[in-house]
């Protein structure tokens, strides 16, 4: 499930410069990502880049404030563990930087969802539609500083900067998902709301590393049997036949200590059960991962529409993952 590691939040008295840089500790946590709001104080300065670690980050929203304010979100994922260089750029001097950044574990991908702008209370509120083993993360930074704030229900406010008026809160996703933070006073807000979805976990944890030559032929399985699609056995698809196999791809798998992509691996064990009623629907052994890392499930077993939960593991299952997915 993706986290939250920290956030910072900095406003006025950085510098009055066009480019500003920040040293942002990602740690060792697993799947790095991060998003960034970027604003510029009482002047009419827009956001106009940010790279992360030397990358540019995506801007996934930009807009002007009624009072004239432009900004921006940027979102960044595959970050390097430890200390990394954020660097924030407008296109002028004037006014002071405001900006705030959320760092994040566990993460493939970041989907912006909602733009909070407007007066407050009561707070922002955003609704989606989305699935089990995401995270909606709402993050809002004031215009005026100081403020209080509190999770609305089922939401967990994880970082607060109560004087530089920031708050993060998080919710675990379902298929449809409402997140609310709830601010005390009456002034202007800026922020956005995010869907945060998981990589796929590695079925090389604990102590096992993965060699350049090792993946092919680990289990025994000959080539042929590793095709990109599972086909059903006999038992399993007898009274299917004629319908449309339902299919899933699964996120990129990689490697929870060092986030390294496993591609073309054999995965022995991998079990497939519909989050409705828990029922096993599937179970495989021997399912490769394509030259993306992802894995693909065909099989008339399968409906589209429907929410499964896939299951991974080793041979012994000492190492293991699981993660929902909506089969196409």
Known sequence: MPAVITAECIR????????????????????????IIMGREGALISPTACTVDGVAATQVDSWTSGSGVPYAVYTAVGVGTGARDVVMTWSGVSGNALYLIVPMSDVASLSHKTRHTGATPPGPTSTFASAAGRLAVQAIVFESSASAASAGAGATLVWSDGSNGAHVVTEPCATSTTIETTVSGSTVMRGATLEATGAASSILGGNVTLDAAA????????????????????????????????????VPFRNKFTGALIASFTVPKVSVLRVSDMASVLSLTNVATAADGRMTITNAALSAGVQYLVVTCNSDGSAYGAEAYTAA
């Open 12 to 35: 006025a008295s950085v510098v009055n410069a066009s480019s500003v840089t920040r040293s942002v500790n990602f740690g060792t946590a697993p799947d790095r990502g991060v998003f």
């Open 215 to 250: 993946p092919a032929g680990t289990f025994g399985s000959s080539s042929s049997d590793l095709g990109g699609n599972v086909t059903a056995d006999p038992a399993v698809a007898a009274g299917t036949l004629g319908a449309q196999p339902g299919s899933i791809v699964t």
